[in-house]
């Protein structure tokens, strides 16, 4: 059992638990408001956080620890289309910036399956941020015109 790269896996995983909370949240916001495209897309993406946690759980249970059920924060609910993007990017960034030095951290602690994991989720959050970052920057530039083609 190595306590370092556990408390590394749980980290996430409380990052993890607070994406799916704050995306469940946005879906079911946007799914009322009639925005269905967007909500379907920020649900796929709740799913794929979801997986994240549960491969992380397994990884610390395997690892002879006790996986965190506790999420680092609070879902932001009634946001606009922009601070909601703004936030989603947010919560991919510190996830980005805390998978990679994670991911150091298990190489130096010879824990190469840790390290993967790190950097296989790293990538998918890139790809999260990515989505985020481009829906607010065609509805900053596009605006209405945009926003009409998420209803639905």
């Known amino acids: ?40 897309k920020i649900k796929e993406i709740a799913i794929a956080e ?25 879902p932001k609910k009634g946001e606009g289309f922009v601070e909601m993007l703004k936030t989603n990017m ?6 980005m910036k805390m998978y990679n030095e994670a991911s150091v951290v298990c190489a130096a602690e010879k824990d190469q399956i840790s390290k993967e994991i790190f950097e296989e989720l790293l990538k998918d959050e890139e790809e999260h941020f990515n989505y985020f970052e481009n829906v607010k920057d065609h509805i900053e530039k596009l605006g209405a015109a945009y926003i009409a083609t998420l209803a639905g």
Do not use: W
């Open 1 to 40: 059992m190595n306590k370092k790269v556990i408390d590394l896996l749980n980290a996430a995983r409380s990052r993890e638990l607070t994406a799916i909370l704050q995306y469940m949240a946005q879906h079911y916001e946007l799914e009322d408001q009639d925005f269905g495209k967007l909500a379907h």
């Open 50 to 74: 979801m997986k994240h946690a549960e491969k992380l759980a397994e990884r610390i249970l395997f690892l002879e620890g006790e996986p965190t059920s506790k999420p680092d924060g609070v």
């Open 90 to 95: 947010g919560l991919e960034t510190t996830a």
